[in-house]
């Protein structure tokens, strides 16, 4: 009896057994056709980051998307046909809905994304006050990996940029000023903490926020630390204005009270500062109205005012 080849018959058998390849996951890849990374230069995907995606090394990410929504968690704290709010009006400023393409109304296929309060990511993204940003593209840094509305998504977003890209966190840097401050955009900086804007028209009072990170590399864009110190020549007081056009005062109330009010006139009372240099490179901004100073307090991580001298005076620091 003839034999078959063995060889002939072994790769008969392997071509005709061959595992199939495994279909991509539809929405991995970005509009550019590449996997996303979680850098700003190539943002995970809202796909990637319904799964659970968090990239090694990280502990957190950008995702890019377009937004579609927000969740009414009054309602119930779940993604579903209840809570979804698809237009307006919005009621909740606290997350937003992201999806793979602006007409999306597919709740397998969406992404809630929960805001920090206090940064300007929740002030100009949320769509109860900006119904106009329905539509839009952003880009998002936050933590990914995380629950939120009983499925994955993003929590603690405080950075973004409209776009498909973001923007490299060392954008920041900063360096200490020093001696009789002239006009300028600047931070304050004590303890690893940079002072962070409070922004939005919803914050009527409060306290300077903060970025806990370093002098020479801050976590976080240019914008969101600027606070333009300008001079008045005829008696030596400064404005201290943030980055969403407001300045920080202090009308009155209880020396017990360590936060500020914001204003639009730069000629209000409690707006006028003197700024002289202290110790060891550090500023004393004394309030001229309530006679207070900006002062960092370890226990909270915040910049307060606040009578006395028992907690630390803060450094002015500029951009490099």
């Known amino acids: 009896m003839a034999l078959l080849p063995m060889a002939g018959f072994m790769a008969a058998c392997e071509g005709d057994l061959a595992v199939p390849p495994v279909p991509e996951p539809?929405?991995?890849r970005n509009d550019q056709g590449v996997i996303g990374q979680g850098t700003p230069e190539v943002p995970l995907t809202v796909y990637q980051v319904s799964i659970g995606t968090l990239p090694e090394g990280m502990s957190k990410a950008w995702v890019c998307g377009y937004i579609v929504g927000s969740v009414n968690s009054d309602?119930?704290?779940?993604?579903?046909?209840q809570t979804v709010e698809w237009e307006k009006p919005f009621s909740k400023k606290s997350n937003i809905l992201l999806a793979p393409s602006p007409d999306c109304r597919d709740l397998s296929k969406v992404i809630a994304v929960g805001f920090t309060y206090g940064y300007d990511t929740r002030s100009q993204l949320n769509l109860a006050d900006h119904p106009d940003m329905l539509g839009q593209q952003v880009s998002i840094y936050g933590t990914t990996n995380v629950k939120y509305f009983g499925q994955y998504g993003m929590k603690d977003a405080t950075f973004y940029k409209k776009g498909e890209i973001g923007f490299p966190l060392d954008d920041a840097r900063l360096e200490i000023v020093g001696g009789e401050l002239s006009d300028g955009v600047y931070s304050l900086y004590s303890d690893g903490y940079i002072a962070h804007t409070m922004v939005g028209s919803s914050y009527m009072y409060g306290y300077i926020a903060n970025r806990n990170g370093n002098v020479v590399s801050a976590e976080g864009p240019q914008g969101c630390f600027d606070f333009t110190f300008t001079k008045n020549p005829a008696n030596g007081y400064f404005?201290?204005?943030q980055s969403d056009g407001r300045y920080l005062t202090r009308n009155g109330g209880s020396l017990n009270w360590a936060?500020?009010?914001f204003t639009d006139n730069p000629q209000d009372a409690g707006a006028q500062w003197e700024v002289k240099p202290g110790e060891n490179g550090t500023y004393i901004i004394r309030n001229v109205s309530l006679g207070t100073t900006i002062q960092f307090d370890t226990q909270y991580s915040s910049f307060?005012?606040?009578t006395g001298e028992s907690r630390s005076?803060?450094?002015?620091?500029?951009?490099?």
Do not use: Q, R
Not at 75 to 81: C, G, L, Q, S
Not at 313 to 319: D, E, G, R, T
């Open 75 to 81: 309602i119930a704290a779940f993604i579903n046909d």
């Open 313 to 320: 005076f803060p450094y002015i620091v500029k951009h490099i």
């Open 304 to 306: 307060g005012l606040y």
């Open 259 to 261: 936060g500020y009010d």
């Open 26 to 28: 539809e929405g991995i």
């Open 239 to 241: 404005t201290i204005m």
